[in-house]
């Protein structure tokens, strides 16, 4: 018996290990609150996930992912957070990858921004119970990722969010001009520009779900950017030079 339970042991303890947690930010489309392009009200309504742009329209996080046959659909309870409006967690067909996607009330876009900066500097590790497993969310995730408008076209931050010395967390933002907005901050925390942009930009699951995909087998940083190049051009017709102009990977 004192075998059987260490052998559980053993392999919760292994099963841990291999567990690599993306946790999305996504701050949902707001016409009112953000400094954007104004979109249709239905789309545009940074208080109701379920219809939003970012969200929960034909390519918003939630749905486009819900869509996809790699990605399995578990099990979470509601955030505690009153700001996160909407929490969906899909574990990987083929591996132990897990989505974590929180949707931000519009209005909240501030505080997604910093919590992209903060749990990409380790700070603020969560563990969510998603499908009978434990998932290593927040600054324990391996990837943060963001979408949504680019809020430091809006506002500044003062704080910095210090990261380890050794700091292996990546981050993916997809908003308008995030390079030149983000670098100083994302810096400062150690974590690595895994996918970020250049120029403008619809921030949309397509190009979030494609990069994953290079994620997801290890590919390298340029394999997983064209994987999402490849992507936006599809979808966007930019021209794939354009879309490669567009999105890029590290410093």
């Known amino acids: 018996m004192r075998t059987l339970i260490l052998l559980s042991f053993l392999a919760i303890a292994l099963a841990g290990k291999c ?47 819900d869509k996809a046959e790699e990605w399995k659909r578990v099990t979470c309870a ?12 899909w574990k990987h067909r083929d591996s132990a990858v897990y989505i974590v996607a929180d949707a931000y009330d519009g209005r909240n876009i501030r505080e997604a921004t910093i919590d992209l900066l903060r749990y990409s500097s380790g700070k603020e590790p969560l563990t969510i ?10 600054g324990s995730a391996d990837l943060i990722a963001y979408v949504g408008h680019d809020g430091l076209m809006d506002f500044s931050l003062e704080d910095r969010f210090p ?29 690595s520009p895994l996918v970020w942009t250049t120029g403008l930009m619809a921030p949309e699951a397509y190009t979030l779900k494609a990069a994953l995909a290079g994620w997801v087998l290890r590919e390298s940083p340029e394999a997983i950017r064209e994987r999402a190049a490849q992507a936006y051009n599809t979808y966007q017709k930019c021209g794939i030079n354009g879309a490669r102009r567009l999105l890029v990977t590290g410093w």
Do not use: M
């Open 163 to 191: 990261g380890p010395a050794r700091n292996t967390r990546e981050a993916i933002i997809l908003a308008c001009i995030s390079k030149r907005y983000f670098a100083e901050h994302l810096k400062a925390t150690g974590a």
């Open 129 to 138: 119970a998603a499908g009978g497993a434990i998932v290593r969310a927040g």
């Open 78 to 89: 509601t955030p505690n957070e009153a700001h996160i409006l909407d929490r969906a967690i």
């Open 19 to 65: 567990q690599r947690v993306v946790h999305v930010l996504v701050a949902l489309c707001d016409n009112e609150h953000q400094g954007i392009v104004k979109v249709p009200p239905g789309i545009g309504n940074g208080q109701n996930a379920r219809t939003n742009l970012y969200w929960g329209a034909g390519y918003g996080v939630k749905t486009h992912f």
